[in-house]
Nanobody, 127 residues
Framework: QVQLEESGGGLVQSGDSLRLSCVAS????????LGWFRQVPGKEREFVSA????????NYAASVKGRFTISRDNAKNTVYLQMNNLKPEDTAVYHC????????????????????WGQGTQVTVSS
């Protein structure tokens, strides 16, 4: 069982930056792949970014590539999502997700590859 707790969301203006954090517990952190997904009310949850357990491979949605950066600190059991140049369309609840079976570049974008989910943190970007 993996517990995930996100933090770092908030209300910002267009062009600002935020860094989301997700602390994982209950499993050896270096054995889990991690992803970020986001959801707007009334819409399906969508992939944002993910990183493999080794940290050597990451993937990004086209809408955030070049603006967002995912990283992990295995000593702190934490995965980060640095979000720069935020836009109003980035407004959503951001969820952290964990996979203990192994991720590939192609599978890490799929919601059903993740076994555990956090409650989410709200990000609101005003224009």
């Amino acid at each position: 069982q993996v517990q995930l707790e996100e933090s770092g969301g908030g209300l910002v203006q267009s062009g600002d930056s935020l860094r989301l954090s997700c602390v994982a517990s209950g499993h050896t952190f270096s054995d889990i792949g991690l992803g970020w997904f986001r959801q707007v009310p009334g819409k399906e949850r969508e992939f944002v970014s993910a990183i493999t357990r080794s940290g050597c491979l990451s993937n990004y949605a086209a809408s955030v590539k070049g603006r967002f950066t995912i990283s992990r600190d295995n000593a702190k059991n934490t995965v980060y999502l640095q979000m720069n140049n935020l836009k109003p369309e980035d407004t959503a609840v951001y969820h952290c997700a964990a996979n203990h079976r192994g991720l590939t570049y192609y599978t890490m974008v799929r919601e059903d590859e993740y076994d555990y989910w956090g409650q989410g943190t709200q990000v609101t970007v005003s224009s």
